[in-house]
């Protein structure tokens, strides 16, 4: 058996998963937390869900502010941290925000099983994906947050490359 890796498809889709941790930290600075249910961090139309619900006429505003926050991480090139530590130690990382904004008992049930943390533009989260050094590797395809959607208490954030700075919530 012999496995190619197609090193540009692996660096795309590096960017994409990374983006949408940087959604996660622009969230948090738009004083935004809700805790995260699902990402999609694909190039068919990528989104990170949270559970709750941000009324109508907060949308607008908060988009615009979510892309300003977006862009400034992406501007600061933060370096992306990667450690492997015991449940116990990631669950004290990575609900420092909020008590239980990452339940990792569920998925670890022995508390030394060591949890991979990846840490980009600053925010730790649990991730076995792959990511791009830092958060200035997301300028050259121009990757930003196109849209929010709300729908039966779940939060759509959208992102992708090729922003423009348009604005669209539904």
């Known amino acids: ?101 990452f339940n990792l008992s569920d998925q670890f049930k022995d508390e030394t099983e060591t949890v991979r943390i990846v840490r980009v533009a600053g925010w730790p989260c649990p991730c076995g994906g792959t990511h791009v050094k830092s958060t200035g590797r997301l300028k050259e395809r121009n990757w930003g947050i196109t849209g929010i959607k709300c729908k039966k208490g779940v939060v759509r954030i959208k992102y992708g490359q090729d922003w423009n700075g348009s604005s669209g919530s539904k």
């Open 1 to 101: 058996v012999q496995v190619m890796v197609n090193a540009e498809n692996r660096k795309i889709l590096s960017e994409c998963h990374t983006a949408g941790h940087v959604v996660d930290m622009a969230m948090a600075q738009c004083d935004t937390l809700l805790p995260p249910t699902k990402g999609y961090h694909f190039l068919d139309g990528p989104y990170v869900e949270y559970k709750g619900n941000i009324p109508a006429d907060q949308r607008g505003p908060l988009l615009e502010k979510l892309q300003t926050a977006f862009q400034d991480l992406v501007q600061a090139d933060i370096e992306t941290e990667i450690i492997n530590v015991p449940r116990v130690e990631a669950e004290v990382i990575c609900n420092r925000v909020a008590e239980n904004y």
